[in-house]
């Protein structure tokens, strides 16, 4: 089984680093709710990382029902079509389609 390694946990802190100072630019105010939603995308971001290696973990159950509320209601979003070619254009998504 892999280890996560330092230079990926570093990773991990250079997007949040980077989400802290795009914040400051944009004068978004940095309380304790900012640094729970950014807890939660280190979170989830780490639980790909490790999925990614191979390394199993116990499911968060607060995360798998944030991501299940936010996939029913994703469609519903004015930014959806945006999201959905960005998506594509970029071949993030293994099929190259975004339903």
Known sequence: MSKISKDSENGINEI??????????ESIN?????????ILISKI?????????????KDDKFIKLAKNKILTRI?????YEL????????DCL????FN
């Not at 469609?75 to 930014?79: G, S």
């Not at 293994?94 to 389609?97: A, Q």
């Open 16 to 25: 949040i680093k980077f989400i802290l100072e795009f914040y400051k630019k």
């Open 30 to 38: 940095q309380d304790l709710e900012t640094f729970t939603e950014l």
């Open 45 to 57: 971001v780490y639980n790909r990382l490790k999925m990614s290696k191979g390394i199993k973990s």
């Open 75 to 79: 469609k519903d979003d004015e930014y």
């Open 83 to 90: 999201v959905k070619n960005l998506l594509n254009d970029n």
């Open 94 to 97: 293994k099929n190259n389609s």
